[in-house]
């Protein structure tokens, strides 16, 4: 009852900060009153919180062994149940959701594409090895291994993106430096293309007033004389072709003033951006997280040198990087008084653990961050 009444008040925390997360932070600034949507993502963001709470009661061996196990199955069976069944069947059916379609068509639709993808999600097996051996069609290990092959191979592109993404962000080395007299000038720069643009809109309104003034005075004109009209049309096309030139030519213009315009205003706003950053960076936690840029750059690097060596010269490597440090910690800087032999294992345990996990989290909040920033480029 205990482990119980423990496991279920974390899962309500988790669940209300998830919901706070997304009505606060991830849609701040836009008016999303979709409670199945908040829901569904309240829901995942507890369920995988649960399963990295799982881990670290595992470590620490805080609930009972026979507790953590029946979590364990019940987290994995809803969490198989959204990616499998819930997420991409709500995906497909915001993709075909349009308002020129009937709620039936759009259901159709997104169960079509649903079968689709189950068919594909169950194909993959004959591409990847995943499973050895026969299985249940519908059995628990049919639909893990197959999550967990495409789950690595996502991860695997999360940390790429992190590794990549968190140094470019947070070091300074990469930051621009934008005087606030230069960022000055290309607003200025922007004023002045603005008034030139409503300038020309302004000649292209009188040229569209004068040519609709003459066809009117020209049609006044046609109850005359058979020569009269004809010397009126004549003249009239002679007076017209050369306003249509201009006009075409002023439209031409704007057309072109407008996308230097667009030009100019994004690079106003990734100045401010640099500014900001540059700002970001001089406080405390900016300097932090510059030297957690340096310092997971430096290991990327030496991960790469250390994985290409190992494939060339098809060396095996028995000892990981963590331990590695220990044992030069211990050899050389006198680190055998504060950490025993035996206290080895438990150390490079908690430290591996902690790496992998600011690794994740680096990763997952710049994909976060790009998804948001691609989100409000799309629906600006």
């Not at 349009?98 to 759009?106: E, G, L």
């Not at 993959?124 to 092959?149: C, D, H, M, N, W």
């Amino acid at each position: 009852l205990t482990d119980a009444l423990v496991v279920l008040s974390t899962l309500c925390i988790v669940f209300v900060f998830g919901w706070w997360f997304f009505e606060n932070y991830i849609f701040k600034n836009y008016e999303c009153r979709n409670y199945i949507i908040q829901t569904v993502f309240a829901t995942a963001f507890t369920i995988s919180c649960s399963m990295f709470e799982l881990i670290l009661f595992e470590i620490f061996d805080v609930l009972g062994r026979q507790s953590r196990l029946v979590n364990w199955k019940v987290d994995i069976v809803v969490m198989l149940c959204l990616v499998v069944g819930i997420l991409p069947l709500g995906f497909f059916y915001s993709t075909w959701n349009r308002p020129w379609r009937s709620r039936t068509r759009v259901w159709i639709l997104a169960l079509l594409s649903w079968t689709v993808y189950g068919w594909a999600f169950t194909r993959i097996s004959a591409v990847l090895p995943i499973t050895k051996g026969e299985l249940a069609p519908f059995s628990l290990e049919q639909y893990i291994s197959r999550v967990g092959v495409l789950g690595v191979t996502i991860i695997a592109g999360l940390s790429g993106v992190g590794a990549v993404d968190f140094p470019y962000t947070n070091v300074s080395f990469f930051m621009k430096d934008f005087s606030e007299e230069h960022v000055r000038g290309m607003e200025k720069r922007l004023h002045r293309t603005l008034e030139l643009i409503a300038k020309k809109k302004h000649r292209i309104a009188v040229f569209e007033y004068q040519r609709r003034t003459s066809y009117g005075q020209s049609t006044s004109q046609e109850d005359g004389s058979l020569l009269h009209r004809a010397f009126g049309f004549v003249s009239g096309k002679l007076r017209s072709s050369s306003p249509d030139i201009r006009l075409g030519n002023l439209r031409t213009e704007v057309t072109g003033l407008e996308s230097v315009a667009q030009q100019i205003f994004e690079d106003i706003t990734t100045a401010r951006m640099e500014q900001e950053r540059i700002r970001f960076s001089r406080t405390p936690r900016g300097r932090l997280f510059n030297l957690m840029g340096y310092f997971f750059s430096v290991y990327c690097i030496y991960k790469m040198l250390v994985s290409l060596i190992n494939i060339v010269f098809m060396r095996e490597n028995k000892m990981d990087p963590v331990s590695r440090a220990i044992q030069l910690f211990r050899q050389y800087l006198g680190g055998s008084d504060v950490i025993a032999d035996s206290d080895v294992p438990f150390w490079v345990q908690y430290i591996s653990f902690f790496f992998v996990g600011v690794m994740m989290v680096s990763s997952v909040r710049g994909l976060l961050l790009r998804m948001m920033q691609w989100s409000q480029d799309v629906y600006a």
